[in-house]
């Protein structure tokens, strides 16, 4: 039982009808509404040509409720009228076991239309030769007491996994025109291949890291035969390959190779940024179906375009990538994890970042920094949305909460926090649905939230 909202004593007087009702009372049970009162009638009052009917009703700014009548009567002749009048047997009675006191109940769904609904006690009578009656009685209002929300946060753990992390670089090691041979001291040779040497040995130093692979990819710049140029692609990606190979005592195994004959999407991206009178020809003959050795030959028909193409973008076209591909070990002392938040969260997984979380006090300062740190390094993941999404509601930061939960996803947990962020903000009608399907998921804390929605 919730709360008794009305409990007090009135007289109600009806063209000499007389009747006292006391301990009126709306209590709410649960989902259920409990509606009692004690009626006391003098049935000395009742006259013999009439018939009396008691209805309460709910009364709500667009809804109503008519409650379980109770009827009396004189003479027979009235019993229709009770009929009639919905007036159930148990609660129909004639002037002569007219009992002293009726002790009324009765209990209706609860609806959330029924807060701050009037209770009304509609008293109709009707009598010989048209002779009828209503007045209604205002017995108080039902308000639902205060609503007792202390939101609770369900922060979920991650499915641990492998984690594998690469870097990603480009460098330009430079090659005579035709030549597949590698010269180290060649124009900016010495800093391109120290860059691949330096990120490789990043990997290879560290004793947290695991080297997986080495991936080389080359590309040729288009000018020439196109069969030509494959050559050179794929002499000079193998000549990168064998000189990291043995400069670095490397198993050649874990190197992979690939190459592009002619890298004209460079070249397209090139005239598409240039400002040469005839682009929009260069590029028609670039997006065209023509074979890559005829598009070069209409593209030299171009002179001036393709003198300074030949100058300032052929030679940056000739590009090494690579990826050094390597796994990372896991973590699980939550302090080393919180230190390399701070100084390495790109080697955390999200399941460390929670590990770090839980080894601190949801709502400080540093548990939502965590939080935050793991949604920067996994933005678009759903649980990192909605661990950051219910730790910015703990710190009152419901702007951004209610931006995080859009891409939280639709997991029970991620339904019970869109419910208590409604609730946070008062509008508990947007609250319930989501507060209801998470509660049919069986989350526990839904379901006690659900109660205190309904009342």
Known sequence: MKRILLMFSVLIPLCGWAQ????????????????????????????????????????????????????YYSKDKFYNYMEEAGVPQDKAFTKSDLPAHVAYHESVPYQHWMNGANLVLVRTYDGCCGDTGEENDDLGQYNRPPFNFTPSYIYVQPEGAPKVMDVEHEATVYFPVNSTQLNTK???????LQQIEDDINAVRNNADYTMH??????????????????????????????????????????????????????????????????????????????????????????????????????????????????GV???????????????????????????????????????????????????????????????????????????????????????YARGVYYCLVGDYSSAKPYVDAAAEAGIQEAIELQDELDR
């Open 186 to 192: 060649y124009l900016d040779n010495p800093a391109a």
């Open 329 to 415: 070990r896991q973590y699980e002392d939550p302090q080393e994890i919180l230190a390399m938040v701070e100084t390495q969260p790109e080697n955390l997984s999200l399941e460390e970042f929670y590990i770090a979380a839980s080894a601190l006090k949801p709502g400080s300062l540093e548990f939502i920094e965590v939080n935050r740190a793991a949604l920067e390094r996994f933005p678009e993941d759903e649980i990192a949305n909605l661990n950051a999404a219910n730790a910015e509601m703990e710190a009152g930061n419901m702007a951004k909460a209610a931006q995080l939960l859009k891409k939280a996803g639709k997991s029970p947990e991620a339904n």
């Open 20 to 71: 006292t009702i006391d301990n009126v009372a709306m209590v709410r049970d649960g989902k259920t509404l409990h509606v009692s009162m004690d009626l006391t009638l003098d049935k000395d009052l009742v006259k013999s040509t009439k018939a009396y009917v008691l209805t309460p009703v709910l009364e709500g700014a667009n809804d109503t409720l008519a409650l379980k009548p109770v009827g």
């Open 213 to 326: 692979s080495i991936e080389l990819k080359s590309a040729s710049s288009p000018e020439g035969r196109y069969d030509h140029n494959a050559k050179l692609a794929e002499g000079r990606v193998n000549a990168i390959k064998d000189y990291i190979t043995k400069k670095m005592d490397l198993d050649e195994n874990i190197l992979t190779t690939s190459y592009v004959a002619e890298n004209m999407e460079g070249l397209r991206a090139y005239i598409a940024a240039s400002n040469f009178a005839d682009k929009d020809e260069l590029l028609d003959i670039m997006d065209s179906s023509a074979e890559p050795d005829a598009k070069e030959a209409s593209l030299r028909k171009h002179g001036a375009s393709w003198q300074k193409i030949m100058k300032d973008c052929m030679p940056t076209l000739r590009q090494t990538t690579y990826h050094v591909v390597y």
